[in-house]
């Protein structure tokens, strides 16, 4: 009878806890179902891989559950893997580590185990397997010296050098008696005639020195003398002067000509017309050279320098290359555009170029010093700093800050960061900045060195904001001042569709009346061991049909 009443509440009891253990499992299951999107509900279900060198890098939740059941912690050495322990980690908190496997606290979803492969207990640097490193093409570059010299192309137009313009006018009141030149753009030739001018006031002059010469005394040289010098001072040239002396006669008119040739791009006078001194009779535009002003982008500006060797070709004069210099950089830069104008004076021989035509600049820089080059796909630029991926032995990978010098072609010059024969990874790139970010070994790149510890993440620096990222929401659950929300993937942060719980900001930021299924957009930022903290937060209609 009593061995009876013993036995029943044991049954029962045992009974219960079977059933209570299957429960909890079954919720566990469905929890990191409901958790991860499909490509890793299928990993969950996968059987780990026999071979170790595929276990440098974490396989997923199918290890943290099978770690469960075996009662393994950080430090067990898997004998599935044969391979140490080194703890367990979410990988969307990156930098947070555990002991033992368990659901994550900060997400609905298992800790992922994270292995002692080989040297990669390394906790500066990811490890990854020769296959896997043959599956995805993995390449390396050295790093060398060079000297980049640099070649900055621009398109331009090309227009008049105003340094070759002469500008013709009268020297005294005149009328003009006959034109030689009677279009703008007529070329002429240096010394041709341009304009008869008739002035009265030269030939009063001539016709006083003429009547002086003919006297004759003792006094008549320093008359005639003098009247040299009004024929001057009335602005007479001294070619036309001595035309008077050595003639004898009144010269009534005076042919101004070409001080230089080109063309004539003003023309200012017809005949009849009266000029006073000074007039612009019509201004002469030399075609020995020509400028081509380019617009350079104002980040490329800074490689330019007067004396800048350009070649330049125009489909205006196909299968010719003129040759020039930069004569100067324009202090003005287009606010629309982002760019410099580059002033180039071009050799102009036989005057085939011409004003309007447009041409393409090609504007190599003078080499610059020996530095430290690696190819510019091997470099990635988040927006804060430049990292590069270094290879060392024996699989391992480091991630390491670089300073960036100018860029040519494929070719990037490194300041900072690297050494002469190191080697660099310049394809695949993804999966080890995966991993590395996964480690959190990116988000220590730039903190302070952190205590020894197994469970603390790295170091803030409380002088940098942290980031802040947007996406929309629905509205799962609500419990005390966190919520359970449902999300779409998160490119910036490489989070898939998930659900997971966020800090709600105070009350006075939050709509009123929130309620499950409320469809959301909210502002977050992640905090370092606890769930990311909402910072905006704002209600939407629900979509059209819902």
């Known amino acids: 009878m009593n061995s009876k009443a013993v036995l029943i509440p044991l049954g029962g009891f045992v009974v219960v806890a079977a059933v209570g253990f299957g429960g909890w499992w079954l919720g566990m299951q469905q929890g990191m179902g409901h958790a991860m999107p499909a490509a890793a509900t299928q990993e969950q279900t996968a059987a780990p891989s026999d071979d170790p060198s595929q276990w440098t890098i974490p396989q997923g939740e199918a290890a943290t559950r099978r770690h469960i059941q075996e009662g393994l912690k950080a430090g067990d050495l898997d004998p599935a893997t044969g391979l140490r322990i080194l703890n367990y980690h979410d990988p969307m908190v990156p930098g947070r580590n555990f002991d033992a496997p368990a659901k994550s606290p900060f997400m609905d979803m298992m800790l992922v185990p994270r292995y002692a492969g080989g040297n990669a207990a390394d906790a500066s640097s990811v490890s990854v397997s020769p296959r896997i490193q043959q599956n995805l093409g993995l390449r390396t570059a050295p790093v060398v010296e060079g000297a980049l010299a640099a070649e900055v192309s621009a398109v331009g137009n090309v227009a008049w050098n105003e340094h070759e313009q002469t500008v013709v006018s009268a020297r005294a009141m005149g009328f003009v008696e006959k034109l030689h030149v009677r279009a703008v753009l007529d070329r002429v030739a240096a010394g041709a005639p341009l304009v008869e001018l008739h002035v009265p006031d030269w030939v009063a002059a001539q016709e006083e020195y003429l009547a002086l010469k003919r006297l004759s005394g003792p006094d008549s040289g320093a008359l005639q003398d003098a009247a040299l010098q009004r024929m001057r001072q009335a602005g007479m040239p001294a070619a036309h002067i001595e035309r008077v002396v050595a003639t004898g006669t009144v010269q009534q008119r005076y042919t101004v ?279 905006r937060l704002q209600r939407v209609a629900p979509e059209a049909g819902q």
Do not use: C
């Open 257 to 535: 000509t070409a001080p230089s040739g080109g063309v004539v791009s003003e023309l200012a006078v017809r005949e009849g017309a009266t000029v006073m001194p000074g007039a612009l009779l019509m201004r002469l535009q030399g075609t020995g050279t020509v400028w081509a002003e380019g617009a350079v982008p104002e980040s490329q500006a800074a490689l330019l320098q007067p004396g800048t060797r350009v070649q330049t070709t125009s489909p205006g004069v196909p299968g010719q290359i003129f040759e020039g210099r930069v004569q100067s950089l324009l202090p003005e830069v287009d606010t629309v555009t982002r760019t410099v104008r580059a002033r180039v004076e071009l050799a102009n021989p036989a005057g085939r170029l011409v004003p309007g035509m447009q041409v393409s600049m090609r504007l190599a820089q003078p080499a610059a010093e020996v530095a430290l080059l690696v190819p510019s796909d091997a470099v990635i630029r988040t927006g804060r700093r430049s990292v590069v991926m270094v290879a060392e032995e024996e699989g391992r990978f480091r991630p390491v800050e670089v300073t960036t010098g100018q860029e040519v072609g494929d070719q990037t010059e490194i300041r900072s960061g690297l050494a002469l024969g190191q080697r660099v990874v310049r394809s695949g790139q993804f999966l080890i900045d995966s991993e590395a970010s996964l480690r959190g070994l990116m988000a220590r790149l730039n903190s302070e060195p952190e205590a020894p510890s197994d469970t603390a993440g790295p170091a803030s620096n409380p002088a940098t904001p942290s980031p802040r990222y947007t996406t929309s929401a629905v509205l799962d659950a609500l419990g005390g001042d966190t919520a359970t929300l449902t999300h779409p993937p998160i490119e910036s942060l490489k989070w898939p569709e998930m659900q997971m719980d966020f800090q709600l900001p105070p009350p006075e930021q939050q709509p009123r009346n929130l309620a499950p299924g409320d469809r959301l957009e909210i502002e977050f930022e992640m905090q370092d061991g606890d769930v990311p903290r909402i910072t």
